[in-house]
Each structure stands twice: as structure tokens, then as C-alpha cells.
């Protein structure tokens, strides 16, 4: 399983830091000048944030596509994006007016619009949804256009990231997997990644940011660890290491993982990328801090 990093601060790109991150285009926008990774990272599209703020999405598709195509082009080794996706919590769905099913629907409608428009981009599609039949209905949703899930080499699996009940999230993503989806876990809870690893692709986390808040800085520059590479690839390895030693019921107050470890890469990837739009080897396996960010406190 590979595990993103998430952060907030994209000058970590440049760095050679020897684990993915996730970086929201929240934080990459706008920049005159942007990194260039030293390795592969996923962009994740900041939905959460913004539909909790605006209620709606205050960029359209094109604008989106040609940020990615940047970001592509400048920053490199881009894996892969997320789309502008529409989350299902309650929260979200008060802000909207929407329903699941309209959030669904846009959520869709969303990805097949940005498919069209850049096809050499490795947009992912994600499935939103409460109940695991939302989940599947997304899913089915998805397969009546024709968007073969289980042939793309990533699928994400959105608004679990805020849940309290572990056992369900671990429903919810063994039921897809069994569908064959390569999975991508948005803002799994720690100790619920030690329940369902085996079951997806990757996940990815900020809450070492969060976490870090409450550490006393290492340094008299760091008044705490929030914003701190040291402490928080410290808690990336903290964390693999326990996931691989299957103990993370051990291992209290980690706190929540937000969306995106390491596994083979597909053939026919080029820089490590997936690529949605051609058919996934059976060999292939497999995003941020905006999410976490919005997370209980770890
Ligand atoms: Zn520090």
C-alpha cells in the first residue's frame, strides 16, 4: 500500500523526501512558481474545503484541466489528480442544498467532463456515498457510462474520512474491492487502515499536522510540530512501520488519515503515473490536508 504524505506546503515537492505526498490545488493555485517534485505526488482537487465554504464549486472544469496541465508540466511526476468531486457528509450536503444522489450525480458528471477534456490526465474517479448500497450505486452509476472501474489502475473512495465507525469504512471498502477496484481510501482513520489495508492501493493523511500542533516545537523556530518535515515524516514511518507490524490497535491518539505505501507499478505507467484511461495490468496496485484538516483532532 502506498501511503501519501499529505501537505500543505508544496516547496515539500522539491525535496527529495522518499515518500509520496498529496498536495491540494487549494495550495498550488495561483503560484507564480511552482516546485519540481523530486517524486511522485497526487493532487488532490480541495472539494471538501471548498463546498464547506462556498457551498459550490467556484472553479469550472476548464479551469481545473489547465491548473492540472500546469502543475503536470511544472511540477512533474504528477500520479495522479482527483476530480472535482461532490462529498456526501451531512455538513456538506446542508451547505449545498444537494442530496447523496444529487452529489453523486455531479460527482460523476464531473469526472466524465474532465475525461473529455483531458484525457492525458490521470484523473481518477471517486466514489461518494453514506450506506455502502450508496457506494455501490455510485459505482454502478459510474459502469452505465460506460467507465470501467476495475479496469482503471485507481479508484477513490471519498467522505470516509470523518466517520466514527471504523467497521463500516472497512464494509464499505471490502465490498468495493471485491468488485476488483483498486482503491484509494480519502482520509481513512489510522486505526481503521490497520482493519482494511490489505484492501486497498493507497490512502493518504495529514493529521500529523494536526497531531503536531499539540508537540512542542523541535527547534526555538518551530513554536509546534504543525508545520514540521521532520516530525511529520517521522509519523509517515511511524505509521508503515505499524501498519506492516499490524499493530496499529496499539497505537492510540494517531489520529485520522486523510486521503492517499508502495506498490509495484503498473507496466505502461510512465513516471509512475496511472493512467485512467487504458486498461489496468492485473499485476498493477496502486491522495489531503484539506480533508484532514477538517478531521477530528487527533
Ligand atoms: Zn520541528
Known amino acids: 500500500m502506498r501511503f501519501y504524505l499529505g501537505t500543505h506546503q508544496p516547496a515539500w515537492l522539491a525535496r527529495d523526501?522518499?515518500?509520496?505526498?498529496?498536495?491540494?490545488?487549494?495550495?498550488?493555485?495561483?503560484?507564480?512558481?511552482?516546485?519540481?517534485?523530486?517524486?511522485?505526488?497526487?493532487?488532490?482537487?480541495?472539494g471538501?474545503?471548498?463546498?464547506?465554504?462556498?457551498?459550490?464549486?467556484?472553479?469550472?472544469?476548464?479551469?481545473?484541466?489547465?491548473?492540472l496541465r500546469r502543475y503536470d508540466s511544472e511540477i512533474g511526476h504528477l500520479a495522479w489528480a482527483a476530480p472535482m468531486d461532490h462529498m456526501t457528509?451531512?455538513?456538506?450536503?446542508?451547505?449545498?442544498?444537494?442530496?447523496?444522489?444529487?452529489?453523486?450525480?455531479?460527482?460523476?458528471?464531473?469526472?466524465?467532463?474532465?475525461?473529455?477534456l483531458a484525457p492525458e490526465l490521470p484523473i481518477i474517479p471517486v466514489l461518494q456515498g453514506q450506506s455502502i448500497a450508496d457506494y455501490h450505486r455510485c459505482a454502478d452509476l459510474y459502469e452505465r457510462h460506460d467507465v470501467d472501474l476495475a479496469a482503471l489502475p485507481l479508484v477513490g473512495v471519498g467522505s470516509v474520512c470523518r466517520r466514527q465507525h471504523t467497521a463500516e469504512v472497512e464494509q464499505i471498502v471490502r465490498s468495493l474491492a471485491a468488485r476488483g477496484y483498486r482503491l484509494h481510501a480519502f482520509g481513512a482513520k489510522v486505526l481503521g487502515l490497520g482493519r482494511y489495508a490489505d484492501a486497498i492501493s493507497s490512502s493518504d493523511s495529514a493529521s500529523w499536522s494536526f497531531r503536531g500542533r499539540y508537540v512542542p516545537g523541535c527547534t526555538p523556530s518551530?513554536?509546534?510540530?504543525?508545520?514540521?518535515?521532520?516530525?511529520?515524516?517521522?509519523?509517515?514511518?511511524?505509521?508503515?512501520?505499524?501498519?506492516?507490524?499490524?499493530?496499529?490497535?496499539?497505537?492510540?491518539?494517531?489520529?485520522?488519515?486523510?486521503?492517499?505505501?508502495?506498490?509495484?507499478?503498473?507496466?505502461?505507467?510512465?513516471?509512475?503515473?496511472?493512467?485512467?484511461?487504458?486498461?489496468r495490468p492485473r499485476q498493477a496496485r496502486g491522495r489531503m490536508a484539506a480533508r484532514a484538516q477538517n478531521s477530528p483532532a487527533a
Open 17 to 46: 523526501l522518499g515518500v509520496p505526498l498529496l498536495v491540494s490545488h487549494r495550495r498550488l493555485a495561483g503560484r507564480r512558481s511552482l516546485p519540481r517534485a523530486s517524486g511522485p505526488w497526487a493532487c488532490d482537487s480541495g
Open 48 to 67: 471538501y474545503s471548498e463546498l464547506s465554504l462556498y457551498g459550490r464549486w467556484r472553479t469550472d472544469e476548464r479551469a481545473y484541466v489547465a491548473a
Open 89 to 116: 457528509e451531512a455538513h456538506v450536503l446542508a451547505r449545498t442544498g444537494g442530496t447523496v444522489r444529487t452529489h453523486q450525480q455531479r460527482t460523476v458528471a464531473n469526472y466524465l467532463r474532465l475525461r473529455d
Open 222 to 279: 518551530h513554536r509546534s510540530e504543525s508545520n514540521c518535515l521532520r516530525f511529520a515524516l517521522a509519523w509517515h514511518t511511524r505509521l508503515l512501520t505499524s501498519l506492516r507490524a499490524g499493530e496499529l490497535g496499539h497505537q492510540p491518539g494517531c489520529g485520522p488519515v486523510s486521503p492517499r505505501s508502495q506498490g509495484s507499478r503498473a507496466r505502461g505507467q510512465k513516471n509512475g503515473r496511472t493512467r485512467p484511461g487504458s486498461p
